[in-house]
């Protein structure tokens, strides 16, 4: 929930709007750089729309708000010029559309309320004015909750510059650390060639430097990435080399380990190696927590402009009560796991211009969604 919004009090307004409106889903939006959804109150046989959902403005229909004197009536999308060429109509089900702007006391648009269903349908007279009385509820409701948190704001992000200041000393005293370990190496690799008989202790103290150099470099990924060095390539062929990467190890366990390209993708514009850490640290997630007997069904297509690739797993799925966790540096649910892996995938994500989200599938298993532009890597190819 977004901050300075109460999510009781909207969640009663959806509530009311469901019993005044014949829509089967009604959800409010927040238009910002994008548009997103804040929250959704979907009865059975609504629309397919999730809270969280993002799209790119030029993608959304909710944007057409702002463009119109008043609210945004759609009876048929899909016969609708305005609406009928954008993809997310379809693939969210949205038959029939109506949009009420959300204006704040300061002449702030924060969003739209919108009532959607997925049959096309005309709306009442009295629909139309209920869900304009409904969205100046909701703005005095945002505006009032906006005003009150603005200290809590204030001192959160004084915290954040602290946190920040901690980080940025935590990555130099790395670097610091980093340069001696590497002449340590060398003396005791050069002291136990001087000494054959301690030779069985030479590899654990030699594996032992590795990782925490490893670790070292981990943390440094996180704290000051590096820029990825993109070149238009095959990201379907970077994912089957990881998946025979790792196909014998997963034989090992009983896993096996499918990949559906549902459609012919483009080269995306990405550094190869940096992909490549990716999928192999999701992959062997995935198996890890299926540890024996199970599957990892991982399909790719494209999407309103981006390549989105789907990694499913038939492990035990992720507890709720740490769900909120996954992905923070230093958590880790493994007894021999730093919590570095998904931090790292996180940031090399970003750095594409991408993002990545981790949830409990529907029915079993973890389901982890990467999203990377297509169109950056278009228009870098073009410079």
Request: hydrophobic share 40%; net charge negative; aromatic share 6%.
């Amino acid at each position: 929930m977004a901050s300075g919004v109460n999510e009781t009090a909207i969640t009663d307004v959806l509530e009311i709007g469901s019993r005044l409106i014949k829509s089967r889903t009604l959800f409010i939006g927040v238009i910002d750089e994008t548009f997103s959804i804040l929250k959704v109150l979907n009865q059975k046989g609504g629309s397919k729309l999730e809270e969280g959902l993002t799209l790119p403005l030029d993608l959304s229909v909710c944007n057409l708000v702002t463009t119109c004197d008043g609210q945004l009536i759609i009876p048929n999308t899909k016969e609708d010029g305005r609406t009928k060429h954008l993809d997310a109509i379809y693939e969210t089900h949205i038959g029939s559309y109506l949009g009420t702007p959300i204006v704040l006391e300061n002449g702030e648009l924060f969003g739209t309320l919108c009532a959607v269903d997925p049959s096309p349908m005309d709306f009442s007279e009295n629909e139309i004015a209920s869900m304009m009385q409904l969205a100046n509820v909701l703005a005095n409701i945002i505006y009032k909750n906006q005003q009150l948190i603005v200290p809590e704001w204030e001192e959160k992000m004084r915290h954040l510059d602290k946190l920040a200041l901690v980080g940025q000393l935590a990555a130099g005293l790395a670097h610091e650390i980093r340069n001696p370990m590497q002449s340590v190496k060398g003396f005791i690799q050069f002291l136990f060639e001087e000494n054959e008989k301690e030779e069985q202790f030479k590899h654990i103290v030699l594996e032992e430097l590795n990782r925490m150099n490893q670790l070292i470099n981990d943390f440094l990924l996180i704290t000051q990435p590096s820029a990825p060095k993109k070149e238009a390539c095959s990201i379907v062929n970077i994912m089957n080399s990881t998946i025979e990467f790792l196909r014998s190890e997963a034989n090992l366990y009983n896993i096996s380990i499918n990949f559906n390209e549902e459609e012919t993708l483009p080269p995306v514009f990405i550094d190869p190696s940096q992909m490549r850490q990716v999928f192999l640290n999701l992959i062997k997630n995935a198996m890890e927590a299926i540890k024996f007997n199970g599957y990892i069904h991982i399909s790719a297509k494209k999407q309103n402009g981006f390549v989105l690739f789907y990694i499913k797993d038939s492990g035990p799925g992720i507890p709720v009560s740490i769900i909120n966790k996954i992905g923070d540096p230093f958590f880790s649910t493994k007894e021999q796991g730093v919590g570095l892996g998904l931090s790292i995938c996180q940031t090399i994500i970003k750095e594409h211009q991408g993002m990545l989200s981790i949830e409990n599938d529907d029915q079993e298993g973890t389901l982890v969604v990467i999203q990377l532009p297509l169109d950056n890597s278009l228009n870098e190819q073009r410079r």
